[in-house]
């Protein structure tokens, strides 16, 4: 079946960064399309970016200009790299798979952003 497994979060100073990872199986990764929500305490869950393809990329304003999403379909993983990173960024990050017409996610890693 499906699996996704992100990692890669953790606590950071504002301003820093992180680079989350999402490693995908039971795909065929470079099929799917692929993306990253975050969920802050007490919000919605919303999105921040997908990649379509190698690099068709789109990206929520709020991160546009210090995140980059990229995949490597060789490795079956993709990337979320962050800087510039605001407390505001703090959230669960969920990685997320559309492929064969269904959605698949992530169980999520934790972003921190304090000083």
């Known amino acids: 079946q499906v699996q996704l497994v992100e990692s890669g979060g953790g606590l950071v100073q504002p301003g820093g960064s992180l680079r989350l990872s999402c490693a995908a199986s039971?795909?065929?990764?470079?099929?799917?399309?692929m993306g990253w929500y975050r969920q802050a305490p007490g919000k919605q869950r919303e999105w921040v970016a997908t990649?379509?393809?190698?690099?068709?990329?789109n990206y929520a304003d709020s991160v546009k200009d210090r995140f980059t999403i990229s995949r490597d379909n060789a490795k079956s993983t993709g990337y979320l790299q962050m800087n510039a990173l605001r407390p505001e960024d703090t959230a669960v990050y969920y990685c997320?798979?559309?492929?064969?017409?269904?959605?698949?996610w992530g169980q999520g890693t934790q972003v921190t952003v304090s000083s």
């Open positions: 990649i379509k393809g190698v690099d068709n990329s």
């Open positions: 997320t798979l559309y492929y064969g017409g269904a959605d698949f």
């Open positions: 039971g795909v065929i990764f470079r099929f799917a399309n």
